[in-house]
């Protein structure tokens, strides 16, 4: 039981390039969500898919897109990647109405 | 603008010492405040969580303390060990808004033998 598996788990970019993070649980959730974790900020929710078709704009989505590809899998998209982009994204599931909230261990992305 | 403010950044104690890490809240709303560690390299994982119709809730040797009235709570633990040395955050959900986490800053503890 793998939980939630992010890919890649490193990743160095140039400024201007695009790219995919890939997340999938096997735990049958219906909600998934994407934060950046940076120094002394804590985690902040890029976005969210409180279930299978929906996605939600959450605390700082700019400069990101996602895509909830099915119930099990959920991406999150840079563009256009930027230097402030640097950061450890991590995928989170949770099953409707409960908790907690089960994290992947994350991918950590470089822009230079 | 942070909704969840967590003190210290960083704690260091002996081992057996009880580091307290403190946070607090301005949301009303929020219902469900959960605590996350972290160790390196992974990501976070449920520690323990209260709602706020109790004051303390224990689980082994953490406990969190919680005020309403002041909108604050707390996580102590106790007899710390040096396999207890991560990064701990606390959190805050809402359920009327579809449960997103609102995390404080997090805090580093160091727990020497």
């Known amino acids: 039981n793998a939980g939630v598996t992010q890919t890649p788990k490193f990743q160095v970019l140039k400024t201007g390039q695009s790219m995919t993070l890939q997340c999938a649980q096997d735990?049958?959730?219906?909600?998934m969500y994407w934060y950046r974790q940076d120094p002394g900020m804590g985690l902040r929710l890029i976005y969210y898919?409180?279930?299978?078709?929906?996605?939600d704009k959450g605390e700082v989505p700019n400069g990101y897109n996602v895509s909830r590809l099915n119930k099990r899998e959920f991406s999150l998209r840079l563009e256009s990647a930027a230097p402030s982009q640097t950061s450890v994204y991590f995928c989170?599931?949770?099953?409707?109405?409960?908790?907690?909230?089960?994290f992947g261990d994350g991918t950590r992305l470089s822009i230079l | 603008q942070q909704q969840v403010k967590q003190s210290p950044q960083s704690l260091i104690v002996q081992k057996g010492g009880i580091p307290i890490i403190n946070c607090a809240y301005e949301n009303t709303a929020f219902d469900y405040f959960p605590w996350y560690q972290q160790f390196p390299g992974k990501g976070p994982a449920l520690l323990i969580a209260?709602?706020?119709?109790?004051s303390e809730k224990k689980e082994g040797r953490f406990t969190i303390s919680f005020n309403k009235s002041a909108k604050q709570f707390s996580l102590h633990i106790m007899d710390s060990q040096p396999g207890d040395s991560a990064t701990y955050f606390c959190?805050?959900?809402?359920?009327?808004?579809?449960?997103?986490?609102?995390f404080g800053g997090g805090t580093r503890v160091l727990v020497k033998p």
């Open positions: 989170a599931s949770v099953d409707s109405g409960t908790q907690p909230q089960h």
């Open positions: 898919s409180a279930s299978e078709g929906t996605t």
């Open positions: 959190a805050a959900s809402t359920k009327a808004a579809g449960n997103k986490l609102t």
């Open positions: 209260i709602r706020p119709d109790v």
């Open positions: 735990m049958n959730h219906n909600s």
